[in-house]
C-alpha cells in the first residue's frame, strides 16, 4: 500500500471551512472521551474506506483478512460472509452506530490487518481532539472523565475574567482547524492569575503565590513552590508568556497545552474549594 498517497488523498478533510473561520460553527469539547461524535466517526470511516476498499490502495481484501472481522468482532455465521461489497456497507454501518467502544474495537481489527496505517489513524485522533491513541496495535487512552469533570468545575466560577481567561484557552486549544497552543497556554495561566492576584493585591501570578507562601495557612508551601516555578517557566522574559525562545516551538504540543489547561483548572479548584481567595481577601500587606 501506498501510504503517503493515501493519506494525500484524505488530506481535503482537514481543510478550514469558512463557518468554521467565522465562528459560526460551535467550539468541540476539548477532548472527547468515552464518546464518538459525528466528525470523528466519518473520518475514521473514510480512512478504512480509502485504505481497505479503494483499490488504488487497498492491499488487504482477501476474505481471510475480512472474514475473521466477520466472525470475530461481529459474531457472524462464518457460511453467511457477504461479498466484498456488501462487507463494506456492514462495516461502513458499524462505524456510524455503534457505541464508541465497538468503533475502536474495529480499528484495531483493521490495524491488525495493516499495522503501517496507524499514523494514519492516529493524525484523525488528534485532529479530532479523541482522547485516544493507537499503540501496539491497541487503542490506549492519553486522558480520562476525571480531567474533563475538572474543567467543567472550573468554568463554574464566579469570577468572569477567570471563566473568560478558560473559555480563551479552552477554544484555542479545541479548534480542530487552527489550534494555537502557545497562546492556550497562556490563557490558562492567566485564569489562575486572574483569580488569586487581585485578592491578593498583587498585579501577577509570582507575586500572589510568593505572599501566599509567605503567610504560610494557603497551601503547603511545597505545592505553592512548585506553582511558582510553573508559572516563571511560562512568564520569565524567554517564556511562553513573552514569546521568548527559552521554550522551543515544537515543544508547544497539543498534549502540553491541555496539561496545563486541565492543571490550572485543578488549581482553580483547589483554591475554591480551600477558600483560599475568600481568607486572602483585605490581606494586601507585604
Known amino acids: 500500500m501506498n501510504i503517503v498517497a493515501g493519506w494525500a488523498c484524505l ?7 469558512f463557518s468554521q473561520r467565522h465562528g459560526c460553527v460551535p467550539v468541540k469539547s476539548v477532548v472527547q472521551v468515552e464518546e464518538i461524535d459525528d466528525d470523528l466517526r466519518t473520518d475514521l470511516w473514510n480512512v478504512t474506506h480509502t485504505l481497505y476498499f479503494e483499490p488504488q490502495y487497498a492491499h488487504a481484501t482477501h476474505p481471510l483478512n475480512f472474514t475473521r472481522i466477520w466472525v470475530g468482532l461481529l459474531r457472524k455465521d462464518i457460511d453467511q460472509f457477504p461479498v466484498t461489497y456488501n462487507f463494506e456497507a456492514i462495516i461502513k454501518h458499524w462505524f456510524k452506530t455503534a457505541t464508541w467502544y465497538e468503533v475502536y474495537d474495529l480499528v484495531e481489527e483493521f490495524i491488525d490487518i495493516s499495522e503501517d496505517t496507524s499514523d494514519i489513524y492516529n493524525q484523525m ?48 486549544l479545541a479548534d480542530r482547524e487552527n ?16 483569580l488569586l492576584a487581585p485578592q491578593l493585591g498583587e498585579n501577577t501570578l509570582g507575586r500572589a503565590l510568593a505572599k501566599m507562601k509567605k503567610h504560610g495557612n494557603y497551601g503547603h508551601p511545597v505545592l505553592l513552590e512548585a506553582w511558582s516555578k510553573l508559572y516563571g517557566w511560562t512568564s520569565d522574559e524567554d517564556g511562553i508568556r513573552h514569546g521568548g525562545e527559552a521554550v ?8 502540553l497545552a491541555r496539561y496545563f489547561l486541565i492543571t490550572c483548572s485543578a488549581f482553580i479548584n483547589l483554591m475554591t474549594a480551600n477558600q483560599a481567595v475568600r481568607g486572602t481577601a483585605g490581606t494586601s500587606e507585604g
Request: net charge neutral; no cysteine; proline share 5%.
Open 248 to 255: 522551543p516551538a515544537a515543544a508547544i504540543t497539543q498534549e
Open 11 to 17: 488530506r481535503h478533510y482537514l481543510e478550514m471551512r
Open 179 to 194: 489550534p494555537d497552543y502557545p497562546n492556550s497556554i497562556k490563557e490558562s495561566i492567566s485564569a489562575v492569575e486572574s
Open 125 to 172: 485522533l488528534k485532529h479530532n481532539l479523541a482522547g485516544y491513541r493507537l499503540l501496539n496495535k491497541q487503542i490506549v487512552p492519553i486522558a480520562d472523565s476525571h480531567e474533563l469533570t475538572g474543567i467543567e468545575s472550573a468554568l463554574r466560577t464566579e469570577k468572569d475574567v477567570v471563566k473568560h481567561h478558560l473559555q480563551q484557552a479552552i477554544r484555542l
